[in-house]
């Protein structure tokens, strides 16, 4: 399907209150979730969701980016923007995937990492670093879905994956349209032209290969969408499963290798 739509209108519709967070995936399309906390380090972080449960009948690591519903539970979940304690909870709970053998399925959807002084001042950088290297390892099959606005580390620091799922109105970037007009134009107003130039929708990603699957929204409900991602997912993660660890972890590798060649 070609992408007739303007790339900042994607924007606006993956920054939507309307739409779905990670949260809502994550509880529609796992059973007998259990949410497990903290980072063992410093605290908890409500931005990042994680825990186990059952796809399909079969156990699996989930975790999920999620904004709130209210203004106050927004406002506690800084809108959705992780910390230092989520990304590093978010880790810790990957690494006990690797340990039981457990797929992990990651749910995206941030502007980008918090950016408040305290976050800095505990390692944002360091966090966000420490999973990308970490997750290019993992020995374990690992799913990775954008379900809004990827923005910048923040999104990327769980999209090592060795599948990446987009849906069709979710966006994936460096910076935000906005910041790239700043520092481009010195005009933040200019925003839709950088989203032009930023290639940042599901289609151009996945025409790029930085993507493999772009789950199309247009005429459906939240439900249906949610439907038809689980399905893609599961017929994935069988196919991961018949794989070697080796062949795993090389694949992983080689995908994120090839990327930016020209």
Same mark, same amino acid.
């Given at each position: ?16 209150? &309307? ?14 979730? +259990?949410?497990?906390?903290? @980072? ?11 825990? +186990? ?12 980016? %999620?904004? $709130?519903?209210?203004?106050? %539970? ?23 995937? #690797? ?25 944002? $950088?360091?966090?966000? &670093? ?23 580390? $923040? &999104? ?7 599948? +990446? ?12 349209? %906005? ?36 789950? #199309? ?6 439900? #249906?969408?949610? @439907? ?21 972890? @090389? %694949? ?11």
């Amino acid at each position: 399907m070609s992408d007739k739509i303007k790339p900042y209108e994607r924007v606006q519709a993956a920054r939507s209150n &309307a739409r779905p967070s990670g949260g809502y995936y994550l509880k529609r399309m796992i059973d007998n979730f +259990v949410e497990l906390h903290g @980072d063992r380090r410093y605290g908890e972080d409500g931005a990042i969701v994680g825990g +186990v449960g059952f796809l399909n009948g079969r156990p699996v690591t989930a975790i999920a980016m %999620e904004r $709130g519903a209210t203004i106050e %539970e927004r406002m506690q979940r800084h809108f959705g923007c992780p910390t230092p304690e989520g990304y590093r909870k978010a880790l810790r709970l990957m690494k006990q995937a #690797e340990k039981f053998k457990r797929p992990v399925i990651c749910f995206i959807g941030c502007s980008g990492a918090y950016c408040g002084v305290d976050a800095e001042e505990r390692g944002q $950088g360091e966090a966000i &670093a420490e999973n990308l290297f970490e997750m290019m390892g993992l020995k374990v099959p690992v799913i990775s879905v954008v379900v809004g606005e990827g923005g910048s580390g $923040g &999104a990327l620091a769980l999209g090592v994956g060795d599948t +990446v799922v987009m849906l069709e109105n979710a966006v994936y970037s460096v910076i935000s349209p %906005e910041g790239c007009a700043s520092i481009l134009w010195k005009d933040s107003a200019k925003a839709a032209d950088a989203a032009e130039a930023l290639k940042l929708t599901a289609y151009d990603l996945n025409k790029f290969g930085a993507i493999e699957k772009v789950i #199309e929204e247009k005429g459906k409900t939240s439900e #249906e969408i949610c @439907d038809d991602l689980k399905e893609f997912i599961v017929k994935e993660l069988d196919a991961k499963r018949k794989k070697s660890t080796k062949d795993l972890l @090389d %694949e992983r590798y080689n995908k994120f290798r090839k990327m930016g060649v020209y």
